[in-house]
């Protein structure tokens, strides 16, 4: 079982590159998102979807895309990086109950240099 | 705005005794809370969760505390184990109805063996 599953681990960009941040769950879980980690700032929400072909924006969309074609997989993408978009991203997943906590992936650090 | 608060980043416990994890919110709709626990280079776990029309829940050694009144709760950890160090989030729902979730700032746990 592997939960969620986060890829790369590690990435560096150089401003202005694109990039798909790749994130699965085999726990056949309804809703799925995406944070940011940074320092002092605790985790935010970029994207949500509570289903496939379902998306929303989070507390900080501007930047990122998202998609869910599969209730697998929601991947993130960047589409131009900005050094303020250095960060640690984390892939969350959670059933359609109220209160269930999210199970969340290992993370991907990401610096835009 | 900061809608879930966690005002102290840092606390210090001897192995052995209480710790106690406070977190201040400000949207009185708020009707469930939860607590992550993060270690280095890895996601936040789901620890604990309550519902609004609870004042308290327990799990083995670990506590929440609802004040409705007050718009503060509190993760009591009884006895702290050096494990338990890491950085402890409190999250509630931005909106009532769906489960995007809001996090605070987190606090830092150091348990003094």
């Known amino acids: 079982n592997a939960g969620v599953t986060q890829t790369p681990k590690f990435q560096v960009l150089k401003t202005g590159q694109s990039m798909t941040l790749q994130c699965a769950q085999d726990?056949?879980?309804?809703?799925m998102s995406w944070y940011r980690q940074d320092p002092g700032m605790g985790l935010r929400l970029i994207h949500y979807?509570?289903?496939?072909?379902?998306?929303d924006q989070g507390e900080v969309p501007n930047g990122y895309n998202v998609s869910r074609s599969t209730t697998e997989d929601f991947p993130l993408r960047l589409l131009s990086a900005a050094p303020s978009q250095t960060s640690v991203y984390f892939c969350?997943?959670?059933?359609?109950?109220?209160?269930?906590?999210?199970?969340f992936g290992s993370g991907t650090r990401l610096t835009v240099v | 705005d900061q809608q879930v608060k966690q005002n102290s980043p840092s606390l210090s416990v001897q192995e052995g005794r209480i710790s106690i994890l406070n977190c201040d919110y400000t949207?009185?709709?708020?009707?469930?809370f939860l607590w992550y626990k993060k270690y280095p280079a890895e996601g936040p776990t789901f620890l604990i969760s309550?519902?609004?029309?609870?004042d308290k829940n327990e799990d083995g050694r670990f506590t929440v505390f609802l004040n409705k009144s007050a718009k503060h709760l509190s993760l009591h950890i009884v006895p702290s184990q050096p494990g338990d160090s890491a950085v402890y989030f409190c999250?509630?729902?931005?909106?009532?109805?769906?489960?995007?979730?809001?996090f605070g700032t987190g606090t830092r746990l150091t348990i003094i063996p």
């Open positions: 969350a997943s959670s059933y359609n109950v109220r209160g269930y906590g999210y199970t």
């Open positions: 726990m056949n879980h309804e809703y």
């Open positions: 979807s509570v289903g496939a072909g379902i998306t």
């Open positions: 949207n009185s709709m708020f009707d469930y």
């Open positions: 309550i519902s609004s029309i609870k």
């Open positions: 999250a509630a729902p931005r909106d009532f109805g769906n489960e995007k979730l809001t």
